[in-house]
């Protein structure tokens, strides 16, 4: 379970949450919702542990392991994975030996050989249709924003994480790319029991990835939580009604 046990997070001294208190078990999805600027991805950042977000009070929990004051890169040695919102480019760094470095970092027991690794990426990347030969190219060079994307989800498959924050995943998507996506995730989470933090505006990728819990932040506090009814209110009324 990933719980985040009432913290405070500020920015350079300036608060941004207060109070925060949630927790993710492993094979569930739960559904970050609420205005711009309501802290969403701070949250999101905090526990991920990007040193910017400074956590003033509480804890966070890492399957019982309290990972409050590790470093990024321990925690997603633990299996903590956050999605960029958006990719960067590294045109120098070739995809297919980077997704290797990845899998090899993570991946101690039943390792493939990179023969049968490189062949298990061509599936994968097909399925995710991905178009042919994108994978010979530098990371994410002259990717679209989907491409992107999905290249942000083949580097989830490769370093199996155990939770997963997919921060506003689906923004700048055609609704073809989103549904490949959402579904692919649906995979991990029935499959590997994964547990999905998403952060998003909008109901149309929780209709292919339906969430377990639903919680509504707005102005870096916890307003409201629910189920799948919270995401039609919204769809609905918007924020504003949600008194
Ligand atoms: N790196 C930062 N520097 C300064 N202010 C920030 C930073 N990150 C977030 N904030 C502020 O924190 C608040 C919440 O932002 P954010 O977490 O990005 O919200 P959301 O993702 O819900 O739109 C905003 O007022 C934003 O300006
Ligand atoms: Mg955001």
């Known amino acids: 379970m990933l719980q985040i046990k009432k913290i405070s997070v500020s920015v350079e001294g300036k608060p941004i949450l207060a109070d ?16 711009n600027g309501s802290g969403k991805s701070s949250l999101a950042y905090a526990l991920a542990g990007h040193p910017k977000y400074a956590v003033d009070k509480g804890k966070m929990f ?7 004051e590790l470093t990024p890169n321990e925690r997603a040695m633990m299996g903590l994975f956050l999605a ?3 990719p960067v ?27 049968k690794f ?27 924003g989907g491409e992107r994307k ?6 989830m498959l490769v370093s199996k994480p155990k939770y997963i924050i997919l921060d506003e995943i689906d923004s700048g998507l055609d609704v073809d790319a ?3 996506i959402a579904l692919r995730v649906k995979k991990m989470v029935k499959e590997d029991k994964v547990g999905v933090l998403i952060i998003t505006h ?7 990835l339906k969430a377990d819990k639903v919680v509504i932040i707005e102005k870096g506090k916890v307003k409201e939580m629910g189920g799948m009814e919270l995401v039609k209110k919204i769809e609905d009324k918007g924020f504003e009604e949600k008194k």
């Open 150 to 155: 999905k290249m942000e989800v083949l580097q």
């Open 84 to 86: 960029n919102q958006a």
């Open 62 to 68: 890492f399957d019982k392991k309290e990972i409050t």
């Open 20 to 35: 925060i208190g949630l927790e993710l078990n492993a094979g569930e999805v739960m559904a970050l919702m609420g205005p």
């Open 178 to 180: 989103l549904k490949i």
């Open 89 to 115: 480019a590294i045109p120098g760094l070739g995809i297919k030996s980077f997704l290797w470095q990845i899998y090899k970092k993570f991946e101690n027991e039943k390792r493939m050989d990179l023969v």
């Open 118 to 144: 490189r062949n298990w990426l061509d599936d994968e990347a097909e399925k995710l249709q991905l178009k042919n030969g994108l994978l010979e190219r530098g990371l994410n060079d002259g990717f679209s």
């Open 202 to 208: 909008y109901s149309r990728i929780l209709n292919y």
